[in-house]
């Protein structure tokens, strides 16, 4: 009767979600201080349900119950049992708990560090949390049950898709949700402070650390997700453009944009209008991605399903939650402008540029994901568009943010110092423009894109550097690096060793397929790859060819690797099973392909050469981090006084006021 159980337990807090949305809310606008007591209780209440049905799941998983519909789809007898635990979110009904699951818990992280917060304010924060979990709730139960019996119960099951039969999925799922969930609570925020009619900058201080680890996860979450794509998919990349990966890269991008237009609000008042719209644009995108990896409208090697009915219930509570913040938005809208002013060169000024290119770089890629179903409706057909369009594009919208970013932190709120800021960046331009040429020197084979590598990470990173230091020869001490400062240096510099890694690797990395015999050697980018031959192997479900490849550099081995191909027992699928050697400056790729001749033992075999590719994840790595630290900041834990908006304009230059930045706003 477990199942039934788990079933039950998701009814039960489907009824509580509805509690929490309706009464807190009900309460806080007419001050029953009753019912806003309610929304606590419903929030532990709704949780415990939600934990105990993902439980009932997960023990069905271990305890191979193939009287579960859902089980016996994605385990067999013989998954590893280690499989058996992520297999719970390997498909869309045991994802969807799963997001449920990390939902509630940080419905419950945001009631029980709350405390603080007025209570009407955080009873609405608690009912907008409650609406969105009703309608996954209400879609999980009615169109996505992972409790369905398969009666009588099945023998054996089938089999989790192999290439989800990987370390992998244990980390990156929970991490990305974590931060497409997290940015509920800003959006909850945003909300709360829209129905309260309370726009001033408090409700912006309490919602920034909570907008920082949402960001962060969700940053953790795609940079596993590339490093699963790299070393999993076997084609060597990192980046496909694929829908699914834009699903998850547009709320990152707004996100970015909502944590620095976050900064300003709070600290200035300005930029209210920016902050509140993408603070519901950025969740808005979350649920976007939930509906392209759901609905089977656009094809991806990431989607978990292709059931119109449940996309046409995902797009449903879309529009119903865009469509109804942005009427609460209009409404108040008037409320929305103030805050102090600020001259052209600014802090300020560089921010709103940088809202700017994000929203904008945001939008190209929402259109080029979404061409193909454009293309459909206009009846031209179903034209795709691929990383040629995505990666000009990007490029063209980023290359503004990497020539401004050194001066964002050097520049003064309201009015900056453009001569001193320039001779502080004097010196970051010179090893820049060093390093280049040095580079040129050393590799003569390094193209444009590798040089501008060079060039914009030692910008970006030698600036940030100088900041550094200035803060540490000119700021008290005790007040040199708050939590906020430190984080936003290491992200930034994460930024540095992101170019580095991306414009390298791009037009460094060597490529070749080739056909090798047993101990034939070929050598390529300067190592000799030898290969021994094939050999089968046994693994806990499957059987493969396993290759043995040694590369030599000057007559000594400096790796061995393994490549398989692999054959599972269950449903006979096959899996190409790449071996690389990392390493911090260049990686060795192989991937096994298939057999040429029986007789000679030939094969194809696909080499990648790749420096500084794990440079790509060490600096998203280093942006996770920085996110972490900057929420950690004990400022956001203080009531924050109000901001005087009645600030005189500055003389020497014409100040741009937050009511024409909010005209600007997305």
């Not at 439980?55 to 789809?73: I, K, M, N, P, R």
């Not at 200035?268 to 993408?278: C, E, M, N, V």
């Not at 040694?550 to 000594?556: F, H, N, T």
């Amino acid at each position: 009767m477990l199942p039934e159980i788990g079933q039950f337990a998701l009814i039960l807090a489907l009824l509580l979600a509805g509690v929490q949305c309706a009464l807190p809310i009900f309460g806080a606008w007419r001050g029953n201080q009753a019912l806003i007591a309610v929304a606590r209780p419903a929030v532990a209440g709704q949780a415990v349900f939600v934990v105990l049905a993902f439980g009932v799941l997960t023990y069905a998983f271990v305890t191979q119950d193939f009287s579960v519909a859902y089980v016996a789809q994605n385990s067999n007898l013989a998954l590893p049992w280690y499989y058996r635990f992520s297999a719970v979110w390997g498909a869309h009904e045991g994802s969807l708990l799963l997001w449920l699951l990390i939902l509630n818990v940080w419905t419950v992280a945001v009631a029980a560090f709350s405390r603080r917060l007025p209570d009407a304010l955080i009873a609405r924060v608690l009912g907008v949390l409650g609406f969105i979990a009703f309608g996954f709730l209400l879609f999980t139960i009615l169109t996505s049950n992972p409790f369905l019996r398969h009666l009588p119960a099945l023998a054996d099951g089938n089999d989790l898709n192999p290439i989800l039969q990987d370390p992998g999925l244990i980390m990156h799922p929970p991490m990305l949700y974590t931060g497409y969930v997290g940015f509920s609570v800003a959006f909850a925020f945003a909300i709360a402070a829209l129905l309260g009619g309370e726009l001033d900058v408090a409700w912006v201080r309490w919602a920034r650390p909570w907008t920082n680890v949402a960001w962060a996860f969700l940053t953790l979450g795609i940079t596993l997700g590339s490093w699963w794509a790299y070393y999993v998919l076997g084609w060597g990349g990192w980046w496909f453009w694929d829908p699914v990966e834009n699903a998850s890269f547009m709320p990152w991008l707004v996100g970015t944009a909502l944590i620095h237009s976050q900064a300003v609000t709070e600290k200035r008042g300005s930029f209210r209008a920016w902050t509140l719209l993408l603070s519901i644009f950025a969740f808005s995108l979350s649920l976007l991605g939930t509906f392209l990896v759901r609905s089977g409208v656009l094809t991806s090697v990431h989607a978990f399903a292709s059931d119109p009915r449940r996309g046409l219930f995902i797009l449903a509570f879309l529009a119903t939650v865009v469509g109804g913040s942005l009427l609460i938005y209009a409404i108040r809208a008037p409320k929305v402008a103030g805050g102090k002013p600020f001259r052209m060169l600014s802090r300020e000024t560089l921010l709103l540029i940088n809202n700017l290119m994000f929203v904008c770089a945001a939008a190209m890629v929402l259109l080029g994901t979404l061409y193909p179903l454009i293309g459909d409706a206009l009846g031209v057909g179903r034209i795709s568009v691929g990383p040629p369009y995505f990666g000009f594009m990007f490029v063209l919208l980023m290359l503004p943010v990497v020539l401004l970013l050194p001066f964002g932190p050097l520049f003064r709120w309201a009015a900056a110092d453009w001569q001193a800021t320039t001779k502080i960046l004097i010196k970051a331009v010179l090893p820049a423009l060093g390093a280049v040429v040095v580079a040129k020197l050393w590799f003569p084979e390094l193209a444009l894109r590798g040089l501008a590598g060079v060039a914009a990470s030692l910008w970006v990173g030698a600036g940030i550097v100088l900041y550094a230091l200035k803060r540490w020869r000119d700021a008290p001490r005790g007040r040199r690096y708050t939590p906020e400062m430190l984080g936003m240096i290491l992200a930034h510099f994460g930024v540095a060793v992101f170019l580095a890694g991306v414009l390298i690797t791009e037009s460094t990395s060597v490529e070749s397929d080739l056909r090798f015999a047993p101990n034939e050697t070929r050598t390529i980018a300067g190592l000799d790859f030898h290969f021994r031959g094939v050999a089968r192997a046994q693994g806990p479900n499957f059987v493969a060819d396993q290759g043995e490849i040694d590369v030599l550099r000057e007559g000594k081995v400096v790796a061995t690797l393994h490549p398989q191909k692999r054959l599972y027992s269950s449903g006979g699928s096959v899996q190409t099973k790449a071996d690389i050697s990392p390493g911090l400056f260049r990686d060795l790729y192989v991937a096994l392909g298939e057999s040429l001749d029986e007789k000679t033992g030939a094969w194809a075999v696909r080499v990648y050469v790749k420096p500084f590719v794990r440079w790509i994840w060490l600096g998203g790595l280093f942006m996770m981090l920085g996110g972490f630290i900057a929420a950690t900041d004990r400022r956001f834990r203080v009531l924050p006084e109000r901001v005087d908006v009645s600030v005189s304009k500055p003389a020497a230059q014409p100040a741009l006021t937050t009511a024409s930045a909010a005209a600007s706003a997305p």
